[in-house]
T-cell receptor, first 115, second 111 residues
């Protein structure tokens, strides 16, 4: 069974540009989570999607947005990139609604570098 | 904001020794999970322990949970160089559907 897959693995963008990151959850999983992990820091929650709807978002500006498609895959968009957006972006999926009691499984992440 | 907090932030041991890392949290939980992250990679799920459990084992891993102290510990026995990684705990504090992570413990196992 395929795990959570993310693309691209690495992305280099210029300040002010837009970045799009993609995530395919494990088959049968309907919840997708996005986290940002800046170098040397813990995971900061960005967004949670379930059944195609945004259920919760973390303390990030509106230029961080995303969506979940009918096949439960998801994309994260970051507009007006800033240097401090450089980080590892991790996607995770879980079955059922929400995390409580369910294990979430992570992809390998997408490295975003803003220059 | 970080809820689960791991301690110590860094741990350096020799191969064959045991490694213990701790996680503390602030409010009630339904379950707590431990994850491992190799440098620059995704997180790998290690073990889940529910609030009504006190101890769980998986191979060389032993996790304990003390809800009265709001803390959990992860013990890796007979460590190997391949155990070198960062270890994170994740909680569902207050029944949240959003797993919250600490900053992790960086473990280095010297061969």
């Amino acid at each position: 069974e395929a795990g959570v897959t993310q693309s691209p693995t690495h992305l280099i963008k210029t300040r002010g540009q837009q970045a799009t990151l993609r995530c395919s959850p494990i088959s049968g999983h309907t919840s997708v989570y996005w986290y940002q992990q800046a170098l040397g820091l813990g995971l900061q929650f960005l967004l949670w999607y379930d059944e195609g709807e945004e259920r919760n978002r973390g303390n990030f500006p509106p230029r961080f947005s995303g969506r979940q498609f009918p096949n439960y895959s998801s994309e994260l968009n970051v507009n007006a990139l800033e240097l401090e957006d450089s980080a590892l972006y991790l996607c995770a999926s879980s079955s059922g609604t929400g995390y409580s009691g369910n294990t979430i499984y992570f992809g390998e992440g997408s490295w975003l570098t803003v220059v | 904001s970080q809820q689960g907090e791991e301690d110590p932030q860094a741990l350096s041991i020799q191969e064959g020794e045991n490694a213990t890392m701790n996680c503390s949290y602030k409010t009630s939980i339904n379950n707590l999970q431990w994850y491992r992250q190799n440098s620059g990679r995704g997180l790998v799920h290690l073990i889940l322990i529910r609030s009504n459990e006190r101890e769980k084992h998986s191979g060389r891993l032993r996790v304990t949970l003390d809800t009265s102290k709001k803390s959990s510990s992860l013990l890796i026995t007979a460590s190997r160089a391949a155990d070198t990684a960062s270890y994170f705990c994740a909680t569902d504090e207050g029944g949240s559907y959003i797993p919250t992570f600490g900053r992790g413990t960086s473990l280095i196992v010297h061969p």
